[in-house]
């Protein structure tokens, strides 16, 4: 089992810049894909970006593409989501997730409901 805890959310203006940090839990967290992903008010959540359990694949939905990048520090069991060039539209609460996968599984996993483990989340507010 593995515990996420999420920091690095706030306040900033639209074209500034957060970094989003995800602590893991626990020894095996080369175990995992990660994942990012966001819920706005009154939408569904959904994948901003995720990574593969080495770190050598990442995916990206459309809208965040060239602004946003994912990455990993396995010996530090911890994964980042930088944002660059922030919008109003990227305001939501945005959440960390692992996903236990096979060694020959090094790709990126995009499917929310193969996730096995979530943190609590935290909140990111662009102003315009």
């Known amino acids: 089992q593995v515990h996420l805890v999420e920091s690095g959310g706030g306040l900033v203006q639209a074209g500034g810049s957060l970094r989003l940090s995800c602590a893991a839990s626990?020894?095996?967290?080369?175990?995992?894909?990660m994942g990012w992903f966001r819920q706005a008010p009154g939408k569904q959540r959904e994948i901003v970006a995720a990574?593969?359990?080495?770190?050598?694949?990442?995916y990206y939905i459309d809208s965040v593409k060239g602004r946003f990048t994912i990455s990993r520090d396995n010996a530090k069991n911890t994964v980042y989501l930088q944002m660059n060039s922030l919008n109003p539209d990227d305001t939501a609460v945005y959440y960390c997730?692992?996903?236990?996968?096979?060694?020959?599984?090094?790709?990126?996993?995009?499917?929310?409901?193969?996730?096995?483990?979530w943190g609590q989340g935290t909140q990111v507010s662009v102003s315009s």
């Open positions: 626990g020894r095996t967290f080369s175990s995992y894909a």
């Open positions: 997730a692992a996903d236990r996968v096979g060694p020959r599984s090094d790709y990126p996993v995009q499917v929310r409901h193969e996730y096995d483990y």
């Open positions: 990574i593969s359990w080495s770190g050598g694949s990442t």
